[in-house]
C-alpha cells in the first residue's frame, strides 16, 4: 500500500491513503503512450487523468479541477500537490525528448563528384 508523499510546496503530508497510488507525482502511460497523472476522487477512487486538458484548478474548499471542455472533477489533492504533479509530469516529457536520438540521415552514395554539383540551366527568353 503506497501512502501520498509530502508535498514540497505545502510542507504537509496529504490524509489520504489508496491502495497502488503512488502520490502527487504519479504518472501511467496509457495504451497509446500517452502520459497521465493519478489523482484521487473525495470517495477515494483513483483515475487518472491528461494533464493537458486542464484549464484551471480552484480551491473552493475542496480541490476542483476543471478541463478544457467543461468537465470539472473534485479531487483528494490539494492545488499545491496537483500543480507538482503537473510540473513532473511535464518535466519528464521533456528528459523523454532529451533522450530520444535523432535518426540517421541517408546520404546519397555517389560514383563521382560531378553527380552533387547543381546545375546551373540558361533560360531562353521569347520574343513577343
Known amino acids: 500500500m503506497a501512502t501520498g508523499s509530502i508535498?514540497?510546496?505545502?510542507?504537509?503530508a496529504p490524509k489520504y491513503t489508496v491502495k497502488g497510488h503512488g502520490?502527487?507525482?504519479s504518472q501511467?502511460?496509457?495504451?497509446d503512450g500517452h502520459q497521465v497523472?493519478?489523482?484521487?476522487?473525495i470517495n477515494g477512487a483513483v483515475f487518472a487523468l491528461n494533464p493537458d486538458?486542464?484549464?484551471?484548478?480552484?480551491?473552493?474548499?475542496?480541490?476542483?479541477?476543471?478541463?478544457?471542455d467543461g468537465t470539472k472533477y473534485v479531487i483528494a489533492e490539494s492545488?499545491?500537490?496537483?500543480?507538482?504533479?503537473?510540473r513532473h509530469y511535464r518535466a519528464s516529457?521533456?528528459?523523454?525528448?532529451?533522450?530520444?536520438?535523432p535518426?540517421?540521415?541517408?546520404?546519397?552514395?555517389?560514383?563521382?563528384?560531378?553527380?552533387?554539383d547543381a546545375k546551373v540551366l540558361p533560360l531562353h527568353r521569347k520574343d513577343r
Open 7 to 12: 508535498s514540497s510546496a505545502t510542507g504537509i
Open 23 to 25: 502520490g502527487p507525482t
Open 28 to 31: 501511467e502511460p496509457t495504451k
Open 37 to 41: 497523472i493519478l489523482v484521487t476522487r
Open 53 to 68: 486538458l486542464v484549464e484551471r484548478v480552484d480551491c473552493t474548499p475542496d480541490t476542483v479541477v476543471t478541463l478544457v
Open 79 to 86: 492545488v499545491p500537490e496537483f500543480i507538482d504533479s503537473v
Open 93 to 101: 516529457l521533456i528528459a523523454q525528448a532529451s533522450r530520444i536520438e
Open 103 to 116: 535518426e540517421p540521415t541517408m546520404t546519397p552514395v555517389s560514383s563521382s563528384h560531378d553527380e552533387l
